[in-house]
């Protein structure tokens, strides 16, 4: 993408109401004031809120709205420009239960309150092979999503990483968390025969793997 193309998508952004941009030192000073409001300030009901975590163009955001209606969902990433994919789509089709949140997942401590939120989904995350500590599915990161989810929320994870899905699975076998489903090929062993499947949805990166041949995996547990 050019720059040119970037900056207009950018500038863009900007007039999304559905696309929420809070400033990095509001984040790092656990300052940012929707924390506890989401409910009240951006969705205007009572509805379970469910997050997707780095969600690119928002592709899983945009699909589970259309599917629930009554749960509203907010995709979260620090790239503005793949976020504009997933806000002009919101936008263009007026979808009341979706948001978007701009922010390096890191700070995700500072974007919701207690009990606040009831889902996570984290769709073809990094699978930072250096660094455990970054993974979206580590010890550090499972403690940050208790200080805001309500107890026994599913979290799904969508990959195309076996080290990424081994990884989760052992870290949730090791806290005693209950596991819902683990599969290491989801279109190869039939588990998404059904085209309604919400895992058949297909996001930017998976369309890729599935064309190099890479099974897709999916796991899901209680935290
Ligand atoms: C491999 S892409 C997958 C995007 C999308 N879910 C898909 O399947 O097409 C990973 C995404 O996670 C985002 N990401 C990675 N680490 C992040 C972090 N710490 N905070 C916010 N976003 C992050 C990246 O910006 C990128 O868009």
Redo the contacts with the bound molecule.
């Keep these: 993408m050019s720059r040119k193309n970037k900056l207009a998508k950018f500038r863009e952004n900007q007039t999304f109401e559905c696309l929420i941009q809070p400033l990095s030192d509001d984040m790092i000073a656990d300052n940012f004031s929707l924390k506890g409001h989401w409910n009240e300030q951006v969705f205007h009901n009572d509805n379970p809120i469910v997050l997707e975590l780095?969600?690119?163009?928002g592709?899983?955001t945009i699909a589970l709205a259309k599917h629930n209606l009554n749960i509203n969902y907010i995709g979260?990433?620090?790239?503005g420009a793949?976020l504009w994919k997933g806000a002009k789509e919101a936008t263009l089709n007026n979808m009341p239960n979706v948001a978007f949140l701009r922010?390096?997942?890191?700070f995700i401590r500072s974007a919701f309150g207690s009990d606040e939120v009831s889902e996570i989904w984290i769709?073809?995350?990094?699978p930072q092979p250096k660094n455990a500590n970054k993974r979206l599915t580590s010890p550090v990161f499972l403690d940050r999503y208790r200080s805001f989810l309500k107890k026994g929320s599913i979290i799904n994870l969508k990959t195309d990483s076996q080290l990424l899905h081994k990884y989760s699975l052992e870290t949730a076998i090791e806290q005693n968390l209950e596991i819902l489903e683990y599969n290491s090929d989801i279109y190869g062993s039939g588990r998404v025969d059904n085209p309604n499947d919400i895992l058949n949805v297909k996001?930017?990166?998976?369309q890729q793997f599935l064309a190099k041949g890479i099974p897709i995996t999916y796991l899901a547990f209680k935290l």
């Design positions: 780095g969600c690119g163009k592709e899983y979260i990433d620090i790239k793949r922010t390096r997942i890191d769709t073809f995350a990094d996001t930017f990166y998976e």
